[in-house]
């Protein structure tokens, strides 16, 4: 049987989270507080937020591989690619980089397309959007070209009919 690969998790400390929230700010102008979690970061640059009370544990006694809430990765530039999780909590306040799609548009997003919006809420080409039907945050995906491209995870998406 072979090992499973363990990855490194690094403890954000506050001037790191106060980073995290000026990146997530910058891209989606919200203000999500971090402050209020126990933040990591694995050597792939993916954030992983959980309560404050897991900080309690002993990490070095056990092997792990993720804590809490996958929030995003951190892209070059200081872009960060939110999880389907990380929109639902970031989108609440979002003021820019939200791509609202009609009902059609958005079956066609959950099944792997990339797809047009029918509005670009402050969107900058070349940066992640949200994606958002109704009240509802699919994801996030990278808006280039006027178009939506899908970077859905393969396990996320519906099946295609």
């Not at 989108?91 to 397309?113: C, I």
């Not at 080409?125 to 945050?137: I, P, Y």
Request: aromatic share 6%; with cysteine; charged share 35%.
């Amino acid at each position: 049987m072979q090992a499973e690969k363990v990855r490194s998790l690094e403890i954000l400390d506050k001037e790191q989270i106060e980073k995290l929230e000026k990146i997530v700010e910058k891209n989606y102008g919200s203000h999500f507080d971090l402050q209020q979690f126990f933040v990591l970061k694995t050597s792939e640059d993916k954030i992983w937020i959980a309560a404050k009370e897991v900080a309690d544990m002993a990490f070095e006694k056990i092997p792990v591989n993720s804590i809490g809430l996958y929030l995003g990765k951190i892209k070059r530039n200081d872009k960060i690619n939110l999880s389907v999780e990380g929109c639902q909590l970031v989108g609440k306040d979002a003021k820019k980089n939200v791509a609202l799609l009609d009902e059609e548009s958005a079956g066609r997003f959950l099944r792997g397309e990339d797809v047009t919006p029918m509005e670009a809420v402050n969107c900058d080409e070349h940066n992640f959007a949200m994606v958002k039907h109704e009240g509802d945050f699919l994801g996030s995906s990278l808006f280039e070209g006027k178009k939506i491209k899908n970077m859905l995870p393969k396990s996320r998406r519906l099946p295609i009919r």
